[in-house]
């Protein structure tokens, strides 16, 4: 059985000021979220990186220019502009940093 480590790994990555916004516990299921990553879906109860629920607050009104996508141990992760994630594209290369 995998452990849940005891702090965010991600929080420090690459300078660290990373604010979660959504949630998801492991296992086998995707976010409910429908909103493209457009930051206007909010669901379940605000958590952490250690919840045992999938949660989601709202960030469309916040500033940022870059997303970073984590396993919940932070062993895998990715950052990209905010502008390349949300551009509409298919079957096309897209810039991660």
Do not use: M
């Amino acid at each position: 059985r995998n452990k849940v480590p005891k702090i965010d790994r991600c929080a420090k990555l690459d300078g660290g000021g990373w604010q979660l916004v959504r949630h998801v516990p492991a296992g086998n299921s995707w976010h409910p979220s429908r909103d493209r990553l457009r930051g206007t879906d909010h669901y379940g109860r605000n958590g952490n990186a250690f919840s045992a629920w999938a949660w989601s607050r709202r960030f469309h009104r916040k500033k940022f220019n870059e997303f970073l996508f984590a396993t919940g141990d932070c062993k895998r992760w990715l950052i990209s502009r905010r502008t390349t994630v949300l551009a509409w594209y298919a079957n096309q290369h897209r810039w991660i940093l």
